[in-house]
């Protein structure tokens, strides 16, 4: 059938199979600052943003493309493309041009390594590593010096927010992300619909510096055996958690191992029993 147009006599442009062609429609007015998408959930952002990491570190430290660091989550690099503008504008990639072509490429930044470096020992408390990033951003003075008086709603924040960058209603989705991004960074804390601030004691603990030989979660790192040696572990108090580790050849001669057993006799000879602890 053919095409039908019906001509107005209103003023008002013609209709073209049912729907309106207003061409004096007003323009969707942007934002004056970079939202992240809503094209894409959040948690696929992050490990969009780990992608980039691990090829970068693999690769010899090249820049990255949006093609190669969607093959390592299955995603298209064209659906990666959505997050390179707030990446980009949060300093958590930098844009270059990939070596061998025209292509645009990524290179992490410090801080997005050391968030997936912290990633790998606890994803739970690695986005505090992006922390100082976020707290020096727009989003973040806007809204933070607010929740030192009381917690805001929701709603109130993202009224916040929009009003800082000029963003329309059809914004709000991408503001929400951005609330996503300053909880996960430990900017804010958002639980049952509220958001507030984090409590000093929060901020004084995620800005202690890792001791030597912990993890990042402050966990005491074992060092690392040789790999020629095996551990055994005796336990003498499973309630008390007492043991003792020995880190020994595979290939243990019976005369070696009576010298172990004379060598602990002499370093472990006690004649109390330990305290209990409580």
């Not at 969707?28 to 992050?46: E, N, V």
């Not at 960058?165 to 059809?170: H, I, L, S």
């Not at 804390?189 to 995620?206: D, F, H, N, P, Y």
């Not at 007492?242 to 060598?263: F, M, N």
Request: hydrophobic letters at 35%; a negative charge.
């Amino acid at each position: 059938m053919n095409d039908e147009k019906i001509e107005t006599t209103n003023g008002a442009a013609p209709v073209e199979n049912g729907q309106a062609q207003d061409k004096g429609r007003a323009k969707r007015t942007p934002p004056s600052r970079t939202l992240p998408s809503d094209r894409l959930a959040f948690p696929k952002q992050l490990a969009a943003l780990r992608a980039y990491t691990v090829l970068y570190e693999s690769n010899g430290n090249k820049p990255v493309t949006n093609n190669a660091a969607g093959e390592v989550i299955s995603m298209a690099g064209s659906t990666l493309l959505v997050t390179n503008p707030f990446f980009c504008e949060m300093k958590l990639l930098k844009r270059q041009t990939d070596m061998d072509g025209d292509e645009a490429a990524f290179v992490p930044t410090p801080e997005a390594l050391a968030y997936h470096k912290a990633y790998e020992w606890d994803p739970g408390t690695a986005g505090e590593k992006l922390k100082g990033l976020f707290e020096k951003t727009w989003f973040s003075e806007a809204l933070v010096p607010r929740l030192k008086f009381r917690e805001y709603e929701d709603r109130e924040a993202l009224t916040v927010l929009a009003e800082a960058c000029g963003a329309t209603k059809e914004y709000e989705e991408r503001l929400k992300v951005l609330l996503d991004y300053m909880a996960f960074a430990g900017v804010i804390v958002r639980e049952g619909g509220k958001i507030r601030a984090v409590s000093g004691r929060m901020a004084e603990r995620a800005s202690e510096p890792t001791p030597a030989g912990t993890s990042p979660d402050k966990r005491e790192v074992a060092p690392a055996v040789a790999s020629d040696l095996e551990e055994f572990v005796f336990i003498l108090d499973a309630k008390l958690k007492r043991r003792v580790i020995v880190h020994a050849p595979h290939d243990l001669t019976k005369k070696e191992l009576d010298r172990v057993r004379r060598w602990m006799d002499v370093q472990f000879e006690r004649d109390d029993e330990p305290a209990p602890t409580q």
